[in-house]
């Protein structure tokens, strides 16, 4: 007899729950599924029956965590105008303090430690930043589109130039490093988003 949907559901929900909380405070390697399994009040059989193994609970407990601003912008339809407001938001967005679950960051600078050594945990990483180099992606071909974004442009570099910024500050964060001030933070961001537009067009772009 099969269990009804909702409850492997909230079952799933629990691992990925109690494996975050477990990875974040012992890390990838010290953190046993025994410890997670008992963190939500489980047994072991729970997981091998939904995961693969911590691999894959890992990069569960990380997409449980990550807050996709990018989708919650184009939602909220606040950037009618032009795609590259929606860069400007999410730039300056990374100096100032967190609103989201502060266990992503710890999360992933785990997922980063374990990757040296874990082909499983590399690869599980590699497909969480695919989805955000997606998301990303998608964001810089609707800038292309609306002309705020010179075409010309490579867009895989302009991607990976932003999730280089991200994850940097992801490290700074994690270490407790001086983050910029937030006025001449977003002040640059505004010139390299700017920078980025057609050539024709960055001699009309407003400096602050």
Do not use: N
């Not at 990757?115 to 992606?137: F, N, Y």
Request: net charge negative; proline share 3%; hydrophobic share 45%.
């Amino acid at each position: 007899m099969s269990l009804p949907e909702t409850t492997v559901d909230l079952t799933r929900e629990r691992l990925i729950e109690a494996a975050a909380q477990v990875f974040a405070e012992k890390g990838y390697d010290r953190a046993g599924v025994q410890e997670i399994s008992r963190r939500a009040g489980l047994t072991t059989g729970a997981i091998y029956g939904r995961f693969t193994g911590k691999a894959e609970l890992l990069q569960a407990a990380i997409e449980s965590r990550t807050t996709d601003e990018l989708d919650e912008l184009f939602a909220s339809h606040a950037f009618d105008g032009h795609a590259t407001d929606i860069l400007k938001v999410v730039g300056a967005h990374l100096v100032t303090p967190k609103t989201c679950d502060e266990t992503e960051g710890a999360l992933l600078v785990e997922a980063f430690v374990a990757a040296r050594r874990d082909a499983e945990v590399r690869e599980s990483l590699q497909k969480v930043l695919e989805e955000r180099a997606r998301s990303l992606t998608e964001l810089v071909e609707v800038a292309k589109a609306d002309g705020s974004v010179d075409p010309g442009l490579d867009s895989d570099s302009l991607v990976a130039f932003c999730h280089a910024v991200g994850l940097g500050f992801l490290l700074y964060d994690a270490i407790g490093y001086a983050m910029p001030e937030a006025m001449p933070w977003e002040q640059l961001i505004t010139r390299l988003v700017a920078a980025v537009a057609p050539a024709d067009a960055q001699g009309g772009a407003t400096r602050s």
